[in-house]
Each structure stands twice: as structure tokens, then as C-alpha cells.
């Protein structure tokens, strides 16, 4: 069998018109499913009030129900399909029930999120609000499968798949949550994703019916073709041009985190240790929390400089452990727990994310004065070469008298193998002082 008898063998397979519905039954049943009004258009609202119930309770299953109710994908199918036949009436009653069933979904939703007691975003309501070049994909591929099942017989369970994979309930609800609660860029981020399955779904239709070769209703000179084509084009590219950056990001987002992870366990990790979490901050800092035996600091210097091997040599490496991870560990179960429960109450959360950022500072600012301690070591010896060892930590200071007045002052501790004369004192309380950039600094001098 040569390539020819096995291309045509192909075609046997995936020839479509044998399948195809009658041409004229299958407009008719698309244009009949365009309109909203009475039964339809309460039935939309319903379905909005489920898809909002399910994204306040975090209940896949209701929004799963809600997205087989919704008679949305009517006027999306009725515009491919009206751009593919050119049916100038059938597109225009298309965009005016498309414009109006967005409005009432949209509005309908933002009501019931302003009277809903529950005012936490949840997952699935995150979810809808940072699209995709993956959303596109599915729009367009679900959109696809749609038009087939409706112009061809045998259409099984494809059209209930289309609905769900599609989705394009959720999004409109939650830009209502967005609008209820002020949440501007939920609202944008819902809407677009919204968009972009109303393009793609309709591109697939209009792909769909000329692959199954509809008759045109009003032929179209090669002007008027051409200029419709750039307009479709440049409704396309302004719609995929957003997602693309934002899967870009999406996806340097997920390559740096599995690097994170590898280096983490291939460097980090031994015996008697545990990671707790290892995150990127905003500014470029690779934290690391530890509990259980302590991660020398030889170990974390070569860590440092392999670093670059995993991708990472723009991020400064920050290991948090001991009593400083331990209390970290004990307010990140409070909080877990608290949240997972139900329990906690705005107030509490706050609180509890007050007192963490808190215990962070105490924490930064210990590192602060650890990393310094090693920097003034290298250079006090050279300066004062009697100075055998230095340590400089933030202390707690009380004064007692009719009350207890508490100030935080910063000291250094001085060992020196030979004694400092009263002059070589005053200068090297001076120079730490001036080292570490603070205005006010108590040293207490010892000798070996």
C-alpha cells in the first residue's frame, strides 16, 4: 500500500459529510437557541444563582450543575455560525442576546454577592480570575467539538462536555463578586477569560461550519471578504496577546519554583532536618524555613554557590531556623488550622498575620545584625589587630527607677587579647558605630 491509497484511507476515516445533519434543521436549531427571553432568560438567571452559590461555598459540583443548566453557548454558536453562512440578521440578533444575557448574568451575580454572607474569595472563585493560553485552548478545542456534535448525528454526550469544559458561567460570576466587593482586577480578570472562550468558541464555530462547507446565505465580494477577515484576525491576536504574557509568566513561574524544590532537596537537605517551606519573596530572596538539626553554615555557603546551577543566581538564599522557625511553625499551624476549621474570624486572621509579620522583622533584623557580625570581623582585625574576636547583637535595654522604661539599644562584645588603651577604646566604639550605620552603640570590652 503506497502513501496515496493511505491518505485516502485517512480521508475515509475522517471525512465528516457522511455525518453531517441536515443543513437547514441544524441553522434552525442553532438560530432558535440565540434568543433570551421568558423561559430562557429565567432559567440563565437560575443557573447564575447555582454558579454563585457553588463559588461562595467552594462546591465544584454545583458550579458542575449550574454550567450544564446555562443556555450561554446559544448566541456564542449562533455568531460563528452567522459569520460563517454570512447571515448579517442572524449575527445581529447573536451580539444584541449575547450584550443582554452578559448584562442580566453579571448583574445578577453582583446582587446576590452583595447580600451573601459569605464575603471570603474562595479556590474556585481565584480560579477565574488570571486567564490563560491554556483557557484559549480549551475554548477553542471545546468550541470545535460543539459545532461537530450539532451539525452531525450521533452526537452522544459531546455537547454536556462542551458546557462544563468550556465554563463559561463562573467567569461572569465572579466579575459580579468583583463588582460587589470592589475588586477591580477580579472583575478584569473574570471578564477577559469570558472573552476569550466567547472568541474562541465562536471561531470554532466559524471554522467548523466551513469545514462541513455550509452554504452561504449572502455572497460577499472579495473587498468585503478580506476587510471581515482582518477584523476577525485583529479580534483574535487583541485577545491572545494578554493570555500569551500571562502564560508566559505562568510557566517562569513554575520553572523557578521546581527549581527551588530541587535545589532545596539536593543542597539542603540531611539527616535530622526538616523543610518546612522554601518560597521566592518580592525582593528576590530564596527563604527557607528549617526545623530539627541545624544547617551549618559551611553548608549553606556552598549552597550559595551552586546556586546558579539551578537557575537561581538572582535570588539571595535566607535559611530561618532554630527558635526563630520553631515560633514560626507554631503561628502557621494556628492559622492553618484556624482557616481549614472555619473558624477564623477576619479579626483573628488579621491578627495572627500582624503578629507573624512582627515575628518576621525580629527575624529579619536578627539576620541583619548575624550577616554584619561576620563583615566587621574581616575588618576590625586589620584596623585594631589586638581585637581577637567581635559579636554585635540587638539587645533589650531596662531602666529601673519608679517604672521600668524598656529601650532597644544595639551592642557589640569585644574580646581583646591585649588591653586597649582608653584612646584606641573611644576610636573602636566609634568606627562600629559608623560600621553598622546606628546612632547610638554600647561595647563592653573583655580581655583573653
Not at 479556590?123 to 471545546?142: K, N, W
Amino acid at each position: 500500500m503506497n502513501f496515496t491509497d493511505l491518505l485516502k484511507r485517512a480521508q475515509e476515516y475522517f471525512n465528516l459529510a457522511p455525518d453531517k445533519e441536515n443543513e437547514r434543521q441544524t441553522i434552525e436549531l442553532i438560530s432558535s437557541g440565540v434568543s433570551f427571553r421568558g423561559a430562557t432568560l429565567w432559567v440563565l438567571m437560575l443557573a447564575i444563582l447555582i454558579a454563585s452559590l457553588g463559588l461562595n461555598v467552594n462546591s465544584t459540583a454545583v458550579i458542575i450543575g449550574a454550567m450544564l443548566i446555562s443556555p450561554l453557548m446559544g448566541p456564542i454558536i449562533g455568531m460563528g455560525l452567522a459569520i460563517g453562512i454570512n447571515d448579517l440578521g442572524l449575527l445581529r440578533r447573536s451580539l444584541k442576546n449575547y450584550a443582554v444575557a452578559t448584562l442580566i448574568s453579571v448583574l445578577t451575580a453582583t446582587v446576590f454577592f452583595l447580600i451573601s454572607p459569605l464575603g471570603e474569595a474562595q479556590s474556585e472563585l481565584l480560579a477565574r480570575t488570571s486567564p490563560s493560553l491554556y483557557d484559549v485552548l480549551i475554548a477553542f478545542f471545546g468550541g470545535a467539538a460543539g459545532i461537530l456534535a450539532i451539525c452531525t448525528r450521533g452526537k452522544g454526550n459531546v455537547i454536556p462536555g462542551v458546557a462544563i469544559a468550556t465554563a463559561l458561567m463562573p467567569p461572569l460570576c465572579t466579575a459580579g463578586y468583583g463588582l460587589a466587593k470592589g475588586q477591580w482586577l477580579y472583575f478584569g480578570g473574570a471578564f477577559y477569560l469570558f472573552f476569550i472562550n466567547t472568541v474562541f468558541i465562536a471561531l470554532a464555530t466559524y471554522v467548523g461550519v466551513r469545514m462541513l462547507k455550509f452554504s452561504k446565505i449572502e455572497e460577499t465580494s472579495r473587498a468585503k471578504s478580506r476587510r471581515a477577515s482582518r477584523i476577525i484576525s485583529a479580534i483574535i491576536v487583541a485577545t491572545i496577546i494578554p493570555a500569551v504574557y500571562l502564560t508566559i509568566l505562568i510557566v517562569h513561574k513554575s520553572v523557578i519554583q521546581n527549581n527551588v524544590k530541587r535545589f532545596v532537596t539536593t543542597e539542603l537537605r540531611q539527616s535530622g532536618t526538616q523543610i518546612l517551606s522554601s518560597d521566592i519573596t518580592g525582593d528576590h530572596e530564596l527563604r527557607v524555613v528549617a526545623v530539627g538539626k541545624e544547617i551549618s553554615r559551611e553548608m549553606r555557603n556552598d549552597a550559595r554557590k551552586r546556586m546558579s546551577f539551578y537557575g537561581l543566581d538572582n535570588y539571595r538564599l535566607k535559611v530561618i531556623q532554630g527558635s526563630q522557625s520553631d515560633s514560626l511553625l507554631v503561628m502557621s499551624r494556628k492559622l492553618d488550622v484556624m482557616v481549614t476549621t472555619g473558624e477564623a474570624s477576619r479579626k483573628q486572621v488579621l491578627e495572627l498575620t500582624a503578629r507573624n509579620s512582627a515575628l518576621q522583622s525580629t527575624v529579619d533584623n536578627y539576620e541583619k545584625y548575624r550577616s554584619l557580625t561576620g563583615r566587621v570581623a574581616a575588618e576590625v582585625h586589620t584596623l585594631f589587630p589586638s581585637v581577637s574576636s567581635v559579636g554585635i547583637m540587638p539587645m533589650t535595654q531596662a531602666t529601673i527607677g519608679d517604672s521600668v522604661v524598656s529601650r532597644p539599644v544595639i551592642v557589640a562584645l569585644v574580646s581583646c587579647a591585649q588591653p586597649l588603651s582608653q584612646h584606641d577604646g573611644a576610636r573602636l566604639a566609634e568606627w562600629l558605630k559608623t560600621r553598622c550605620q546606628v546612632d547610638s552603640l554600647q561595647i563592653v570590652i573583655s580581655q583573653k
